[in-house]
């Protein structure tokens, strides 16, 4: 932990390595957000009514 940490640059973008790991983790877990199924939200089952008319 004494040692600073390494930069990435381009041209206009200075970034530390460990930020893009960062960014990078972030990423990856809201595209598996927007993929993963719900919980619960399986075959919907509709109630059966009865109409004894």
Excluded: C
């Excluded at 930069?7 to 990078?24: E, K």
């Amino acid at each position: 932990m004494d040692v600073p940490a390494t930069y990435l640059n381009w041209n206009f973008i200075l970034i530390s390595i460990p930020n893009v790991v960062v960014i990078a983790v972030m990423f990856v877990v809201f595209i598996i957000a927007l993929v993963a199924p719900f919980p619960g939200h399986g075959e919907a089952v509709e109630p059966e009514v009865g109409h004894d008319a």
